[in-house]
């Protein structure tokens, strides 16, 4: 008997066989309440940590999967030389913003070699390349620049849709200023080359009122204005006629 009760009070004496309930945090050392906490909670601490650090390094090696890719993208644009290169690099990556860039380089080389009509077919390409690219303001803006500049290679080609398409872009709230303003002002040049000084002075007025103060083409516009008095006070536009009257 003095046996077992030597073997009940080893039991109790020893740390050990302690119960993990409440009661026993209120009589715990802090070591003690640590082993404790430890104790209830350690399978979900461990998985809780092996699932952070696992997304922490997914994330990481997509991260720098993503740079390395970038770098690969770069690196082939910036290899992409002469017209027939970038061609194949758009075909290559044609969700990258890079490609729109590439086939709009294309059309400006068509253009400056005044190949107009292979230049206006390349910009429209551009156009859908560059929406389905994505949403971002940077791809709005490279569609826009096709837009324009496929408009004014038609303008070039003399064709008559080429107005309406550059007063399009003029009206977009959504475009940058710059391409607004430099489709304004196209028009205002180009209706003063017919004579028209109404509409030319349409356009010079909305570039006031539709663009942010101090626009970059404010310059270009002022000297429209003081080489062209008649835009200063163009005629009025002609009134319909009233029916005789019987």
Known sequence: MAEDSTKKRAMKEDDRNLVVVDEDFAQADAEDRLWLFWE????????GITSIVIGVLTFLAFYFWQQAKRQE???????????????????????????????LEVADELRQNKKLIEAAKTYDEAIPLAQSAGNSPLLK??????????????????????????ASIAEDKTAPDTLR????????????NRGDSINAAKWINLMDKRLLPNHVWTDDKNWLVRSEPSL???????????PAER
């Open 141 to 166: 803006a490279l569609a826009t620049r096709a837009r324009l500049y496929a408009a004014l290679t038609r303008l070039d080609l003399g064709e008559k849709e080429a107005e309406t398409s550059l």
């Open 181 to 192: 303003g430099y489709a304004m002002i196209i028009l205002a040049n180009t209706a003063l």
């Open 232 to 242: 200063l006070n163009p005629p009025p536009a002609p009134s319909a006629e009233k």
């Open 40 to 47: 209830r909670n350690k399978t979900f601490i461990v998985r």
């Open 73 to 103: 993208v770069g690196d082939a644009y910036n290899a992409a030389r002469d017209a027939s290169a970038k061609r194949s690099f758009v075909a290559a990556h044609p969700r990258d913003p890079l490609a729109v860039v590439a086939l």
